[in-house]
C-alpha cells in the first residue's frame, strides 16, 4: 500500500467531522418548537375553514377533514402529554 499525502490529507479530512463534529440544530428544543407551531397552525386552520363554510364560501367536506385533522392532533397532544406526565411521576417514584 503505497501512502502518498494526498491520501493522507484525503482520510484527515474525512475522519475529521468525526472528532469536530458540527452541532445539530434539530435538537429537543427546535424540534419542541416545530411541533408546537404545526399544531397551532392545524388548529388555526380548521378555524379558518369552519369561519369560511359558516360564510358559504368553502365546501363542506373540506370541514370535515380539517376537522378530523384537528382531532387527531389534539388526541397525540394529549397522549404526549399523559407519557411525560407518567415519565415524571415515574421518576418521583425513585429512591434517592
Same mark, same amino acid.
Given at each position: 500500500?503505497?501512502?502518498? !499525502?494526498?491520501? +493522507? $490529507?484525503?482520510?484527515?479530512?474525512?475522519?475529521?467531522?468525526?472528532?469536530?463534529?458540527?452541532?445539530?440544530?434539530?435538537?429537543?428544543?427546535?424540534?419542541? !418548537?416545530?411541533?408546537?407551531?404545526?399544531?397551532?397552525?392545524?388548529? @388555526? +386552520?380548521?378555524?379558518?375553514?369552519? @369561519?369560511?363554510? $359558516?360564510?358559504?364560501?368553502?365546501?363542506?367536506?373540506?370541514?370535515?377533514?380539517? /376537522? +378530523?385533522? !384537528?382531532?387527531?392532533? /389534539?388526541?397525540?397532544?394529549?397522549?404526549?402529554?399523559?407519557?411525560?406526565?407518567?415519565?415524571?411521576?415515574? /421518576?418521583?417514584?425513585?429512591?434517592?
Amino acid at each position: 500500500m503505497e501512502f502518498t !499525502s494526498a491520501r +493522507a $490529507l484525503q482520510s484527515y479530512i474525512s475522519a475529521k467531522p468525526a472528532t469536530n463534529p458540527t452541532p445539530l440544530e434539530e435538537g429537543p428544543k427546535p424540534l419542541a !418548537s416545530g411541533l408546537f407551531a404545526d399544531f397551532a397552525s392545524t388548529l @388555526q +386552520a380548521t378555524d379558518q375553514v369552519a @369561519q369560511a363554510t $359558516l360564510a358559504g364560501g368553502e365546501n363542506p367536506q373540506s370541514l370535515v377533514e380539517t /376537522i +378530523a385533522q !384537528s382531532q387527531l392532533a /389534539i388526541e397525540t397532544a394529549v397522549t404526549v402529554r399523559d407519557r411525560v406526565v407518567e415519565a415524571y411521576q415515574e /421518576i418521583l417514584r425513585m429512591p434517592v
